[in-house]
């Protein structure tokens, strides 16, 4: 079955820890999201990209960091620099080839410093 | 900045009668808009789409409406379901925006039995 998938569901981190979330996809599209979810809150965008080796700030990018090496794959590492990591972040992608394409989501991870 | 924003944060129905969830969008250029439900604990799933040269569009169970003259978003949902308990999102996207679809904080619906 295509689609994206986020591990882990659950991810604890200690204080001064960085940590890595993954975001994986076999749907083959180009466009890769990060955002992060407040209790209550909407979506806001952390990190995207468009295509392989690139990837562009959105409005929330300060302590996190991405690469993108391989289409299928968009980890997301949370640093000691964000100060409240706390939250449930969301990956999704989007086939990019069409103007007007909904975005697919993963399942989420649910971090939580300790 | 331009924002996508929800006039209602909850909504209780009644099992079986139609709901309505509004949106309210402020960027007068944005030319595709989309609806996502989300489940507790889920990434968001979508719902139904509907580009800026219509102003309605229909799917299973569900209808979305769009005023650009007020920039307003509907989605209306017939005969609710219990399974339709969850939080719903409108999103909209600028054109030539290389970004991605901002998003209103959501409104809460209880199907009440």
């Known amino acids: 079955d295509g689609g994206i998938t986020q591990s882990p569901k659950y991810l604890f981190r200690k204080e001064g820890q960085n940590v890595t979330l993954s975001c994986e996809q076999n749907?083959?599209?180009?466009?890769m999201y990060w955002y992060r979810q407040d209790p209550g809150q909407g979506l806001r965008l952390i990190y995207y990209?468009?295509?392989?080796?690139?990837?562009q700030k959105g409005d929330i990018a300060e302590g996190y960091s991405v690469s993108r090496e391989k289409k299928e794959s968009f980890p997301l590492t949370v640093t000691s620099a964000q100060k409240n990591p706390t939250a449930f972040y969301l990956c999704a992608s989007r086939y990019a080839g069409g103007l007007d394409t909904e975005a697919f989501f993963g399942q989420g991870t649910r971090l939580t410093v300790v | 900045g331009e924002s996508v924003g929800l006039h209602l944060p909850t909504l209780s129905v009644q099992e079986g009668d139609n709901s309505i969830i509004n949106c309210a969008y402020s960027?007068?250029?944005?030319?595709?808009f989309i609806w996502y439900k989300q489940e507790s604990g889920k990434g968001p799933q979508f719902i139904i789409d509907i580009r800026s040269n219509m102003d309605k569009r229909q799917g299973q169970r569900v209808t979305v409406l769009l005023n650009k003259t007020v920039k307003h978003l509907s989605l209306q949902i017939a005969a609710t379901q219990p399974g339709d308990s969850a939080v719903y999102f409108c999103a909209d996207r600028s054109p030539g925006s290389a970004r991605q679809l901002t998003f209103g904080s959501g409104t809460q619906l209880t199907v009440l039995p």
């Open positions: 990209s468009q295509i392989v080796n690139d990837f």
């Open positions: 960027n007068s250029a944005s030319d595709y």
């Open positions: 749907l083959n599209h180009d466009a």
